[in-house]
């Protein structure tokens, strides 16, 4: 009895110092889930420091403190070695690998670099995360495995078993950085074809924040670019362009037709204004009179007199370039409400719409000429701004805007009228810069002076910022800028996107921008990718959660562990991308296995484990992606890894018995206590 009694308070110590550090763990696990998912949305610029770190640094001082307390309270008994609790080493290594990360990841970005992608997981300063995370939790799954073959089922031990089983989900969950998990990310789920119909129409607010999608591309062969916002901010213009061949927007594209539509700033009551489908003609670029009234334009003819040029290399807008846009374009002009359209310049001349002037008196517009492009003014006749003039439009007196034979295109006129903004590469690379309206001779000043290409720059009304684009941060962001080029801000920051695809508008009052966004194509689009490397994905998934099964076979298995520790590691996984619908597919199959082992004969109990926690797991991701209808899996490949996973998880049972020298299902009995 005695000895009962010295052994309950010692049992107590453990569990409580067990579920004390699963919580350290659990804590720092989720911080940095939040930071990883902040840097996957673009929101976060130094990895090592952001308000988005708050949690995780929070937990770096709780496990400090923890850790330096259990440490010197240990040291005053012996040699230091021997100074944190039997099985807890890994604590206060996990401890000094994370502040070891923060240093290192800074002169390794500094000295070698890290680029975007699944370098930012497998840099060798950024392995230390997920090492010191499972060194962390690793502590009470030790105490408790150790606690179980040195005192069998006792009921006493059961608590810090639990917190065992948490620290399994817990120390596998870590794994996933390296992108293997179909919880983080999916590769078998069907997505939007990113180079053909994924344009979509967003608004922000003038400073980045409040990002809105207010039209989405549902993959349906259909797309929306090219916002612009009407004088009352009642309404926004845009292009919809109807992809038939499974092609990008571009002018000249035979299976593709493009209309104008307008729109309430919500996204609803959208309002056919013209389409010259009938004509055979594409028709893009809507700028409205600053009175409202009228709505000019770009029709593009498919089938242009003269061959098209081939398309330039990183080519705006559409893949042309400038020039190749306008060949076979002209500027026409329709009512805001839609009516019959009015060409405004001749069909001999290559033209593509810009902007109006504050005062409604004047257009700019892209010439092409032979390969080029230049900017043009020309004066136009639809009455002062508000008359609501119905005197048919005309063109007159156009000059070109600081001649050059380089491509300038993309004019913007400032507040007061006095200037215009525009794109060139004269200089070798696409810049923005700024001449005096109708200046044929002037001598444009650049406002970026950079390495990076910038683009279509719109003067904010109040006339003191300009907003663009700039692919300076590595993708196509929308930027703003004081109208000197001074105090550039990252407006979008969103990766892998092209933000503000060859248009930004402001909202009249200055407040809001609209924009298109699209996400560039990648390698996850491909067949290859969405079967074979997901396939490949999925077994190293498979992988992981036999070991994992292992592991909580080793701790005597209480009913329900499986379902509590898959549940752990696919929650913290998903955090980084959301993946929050395959939480309960990993609970119901891990609930699935725990009524398996109970039905099967004990000395199988690790084998089927092993087998059936993978298959199952993988089959509820497949089949919840599949309810969804988004499956890029045949039945026969989902059912194939399904059974393929099984094998796997059984052949590493086999393995780790043999290697043991005896059946690894002994450590499966469990008392009739445990269910």
Not at 26 to 39: F, K, P, S, T, Y
Not at 67 to 92: E, I, V
Request: aromatic share 8%.
């Amino acid at each position: 009895m005695g000895e009962g009694k010295r052994e309950i308070p010692h049992a107590h110590a453990n569990w409580r110092r067990a579920w004390l550090v699963v919580g350290l763990a659990a804590w720092a696990e989720i911080g940095v889930g939040l930071v990883d998912r902040a840097n996957q949305q673009g929101l976060v610029e130094d990895i090592t420091i952001s308000p988005y770190h708050v949690v995780a640094y929070a937990a770096l001082l709780a496990l400090a403190v923890y850790a330096s307390l259990t440490f010197f309270r240990g040291l005053r008994h012996g040699h230091w070695r021997d100074a944190f609790p039997p099985h807890y080493g890994g604590l206060g290594l996990g401890f000094l690998f994370l502040v070891s990360w923060i240093v290192l990841d800074i002169a390794w970005r500094n000295t070698v670099g890290i680029n975007p992608g699944i370098e930012d997981g497998l840099s060798p300063p950024r392995l230390l995360i997920p090492i010191a995370l499972v060194l962390i939790a690793s502590g009470p799954l030790r105490d408790a495995i150790a606690a179980r073959a040195e005192r069998g089922l006792d009921p006493g031990e059961l608590r810090g078993r639990w917190a065992g089983v948490v620290a399994i989900g817990l120390a596998c969950a870590p794994l996933m950085l390296a992108s293997f998990n179909p919880a983080r990310e999916p590769l078998q789920d069907w997505t939007v074809n990113p180079g053909s119909d994924n344009s979509e129409i967003w608004t922000m607010a003038a400073d980045g924040s409040n990002q809105t999608r207010v039209l989405e591309a549902l993959g349906d062969g259909v797309d929306y670019s090219l916002p612009a916002w009407s004088p009352d901010g009642k309404r926004i213009a845009y292009t919809v362009w109807t992809n038939k061949g499974g092609v990008a927007q571009n002018i000249h594209n035979e299976d593709q037709t493009a209309a104008i539509w307008t729109m309430a700033p919500d996204g609803s009551d959208r309002r056919l204004v013209v389409d010259g489908a009938a004509e055979d003609a594409q028709d893009w670029i809507a700028a409205w009179s600053p009175d409202g009234h009228w709505i000019a334009y770009s029709r593009g003819l498919n089938h242009p007199t003269t061959p098209a040029p081939q398309a330039q290399a990183n080519a705006p807008p559409g893949q042309l370039g400038p020039s190749g846009a306008a060949h076979g374009s002209s500027i026409w002009i329709v009512k805001a409400e839609g009516g019959t359209p009015q060409r405004l310049t001749s069909d001999d001349v290559d033209t593509v719409l810009g902007s109006w002037s504050p005062d409604g008196t004047k257009l700019t517009f892209i010439v092409g000429t032979g390969g080029t492009s230049d900017v043009h003014v020309a004066s136009i006749n639809v009455g002062a701004p508000g008359s609501g003039a119905d005197t048919a439009p005309q063109l007159s007196g156009e000059v070109a805007v600081a001649a050059d034979p380089a491509n300038d295109w993309g004019p913007s006129w400032a507040a007061d009228g006095s200037e215009i903004a525009f794109v060139s590469d004269r200089s070798g690379n696409d810049e923005i810069y700024v001449a005096g309206a109708e200046q044929a001779t002037a001598t444009p000043v650049p406002i970026t002076k950079d390495d990076a290409n910038d683009w279509v720059p719109a003067y904010a009304p109040d006339g003191t910022r300009i907003a663009f684009v700039s692919d300076r941060s590595g993708d196509p962001e929308i930027w703003s800028m004081a109208t000197d080029g001074s105090d550039p801000v990252n407006l979008t920051n969103h990766p892998r996107a092209f933000d503000g695809q060859w248009s930004v508008s402001w909202s009249p009052d200055g407040k809001r921008i609209a924009y298109a966004t699209a996400a560039f194509p990648d390698a996850s689009s491909s067949g290859w990718v969405r079967e074979d490397l997901a396939a490949a994905h999925s077994l190293l998934f498979a992988i992981a959660l036999a070991v994992m099964a292992l592991l909580i076979v080793a701790l005597g298995a209480p009913l329900g562990a499986f379902g509590l520790a898959t549940g752990v590691m696919l929650a913290l996984a998903a955090i980084p991308e959301d993946q929050w619908r395959l939480i309960p597919a990993g609970i119901i199959a891990g609930l699935l296995v725990d009524l398996l082992v109970r039905s099967v004969r004990p000395r199988l109990r690790a084998r089927a484990a092993a087998a059936a926690l993978p298959a199952l797991t993988n089959l509820a991701i497949g089949l919840t992606i599949g309810a969804a209808g988004t499956l890029a899996w045949s039945t026969t490949l989902l059912l194939g890894i399904t059974v393929a996973s099984a094998a796997v998880g059984w052949g590493i049972a086999d393995v780790v018995g043999r290697v043991l020298g005896h059946a690894p299902d002994v450590v499966a009995r469990a008392s009739p206590g445990e269910g």
